[in-house]
């Protein structure tokens, strides 16, 4: 008997640049499933998260059990993060920054992905690399 293996990856920001294109990729990918997360924008596919509740975010990753998280979520205007800076942090870093995302995925046993912005760096020095030192411009 020939088994497929599936493997249940939680998509969050599924409904953003970043997440539209992942997903995309993703769904060519048919051993694996998909399921997506959006703050505002979704239909009946897609699981509604604000990631900023973070026992909406524990709760959604205990019921779902995904294998793995890519977080392709992210505040990445400049002009918001420079008008509501206490908003981009929560967002940005304290959700995001895999905060209680990282641990509650470390309960599960799960992989984390976060994909950030290169607006972090100053533009100095590129390409850079993971661990390069951030050095941004504005908030």
């Not at 920001?13 to 769904?27: F, I, K, P, Q, W």
């Not at 703050?39 to 604000?50: P, T, W």
């Not at 209680?100 to 100095?124: C, H, K, N, P, R």
Request: aromatic share 6%.
């Amino acid at each position: 008997m020939n088994r497929v293996a599936h493997f249940k990856v939680a998509l969050i920001g599924a409904s953003g640049l970043l997440g539209r294109t992942v997903a995309n990729e993703l769904a060519a990918i048919t051993r694996w499933q998909v399921v997506p997360t959006a703050f505002r924008h979704g239909d009946a596919s897609i699981v509604m998260l604000d990631v900023r509740d973070e026992s909406a975010v524990r709760e959604f990753i205990t019921d779902h059990a995904p294998d793995a998280i890519i977080v392709a979520a992210v505040e990445r205007r400049p002009d918001v993060c420079e008008n509501d800076p206490a908003l981009a942090r929560a967002l940005n870093v304290d959700a995001l920054g895999l905060g209680f995302i990282a641990s509650a995925a470390q309960e599960i046993s799960s992989w984390g992905l976060s994909i950030s912005t290169d607006y972090v760096f100053d533009g100095t020095r590129p390409p850079y690399q993971p661990d390069d030192t951030p050095n941004p411009l504005n908030a």
